[in-house]
């Protein structure tokens, strides 16, 4: 069952930049945090980014900071990832998340989220 739904992935060149959204207001503003996540091919999923829904506080795996944004739009009840400076090693599909609640740091532990999307892909070439 697809409880959110995310858009806005593609194809992009290194250096390139995408924007990712992720809908669905009722897990994503009744959940305290939503956040992103990636699998590439081969590999475990792995954090990206989240967001306390009830604050601005945003939390970001090392590969990513610098790179890439999180950000909420309460007004379109949507989640969106800013990913610039794109590498060929951030190729991966990439799923939202909603949690109804994370407990102490453990923002980066997919089985702190309740609420899962289909994933988008997004693929990087050098």
């Known amino acids: 069952l697809v409880q959110l739904v995310e858009s806005g992935g593609g194809s992009e060149q290194a250096g390139g930049s995408l924007r990712l959204s992720c809908a669905g207001a009722r897990y994503t503003y009744s959940s305290q945090y939503v956040g992103w996540f990636r699998q590439a091919p081969g590999k475990e999923r792995e954090a990206v980014a989240s967001i306390y829904t009830r604050g601005s506080t945003t939390y970001y795996a090392d590969s990513v900071k610098g790179r890439f944004t999180i950000s909420q739009d309460h007004d379109t009840s949507t989640v969106t990832l800013q990913m610039n400076s794109l590498k060929p090693e951030d190729t991966a599909m990439y799923y939202c998340?909603?949690?109804?609640?994370?407990?102490?740091?453990?923002?980066?532990?997919?089985?702190?989220?309740?609420?899962w999307g289909q994933g988008t892909q997004v693929p990087v070439s050098s």
């Open positions: 998340a909603a949690a109804a609640f994370v407990s102490g740091t453990n923002w980066y532990r997919d089985t702190e989220y309740n609420y």
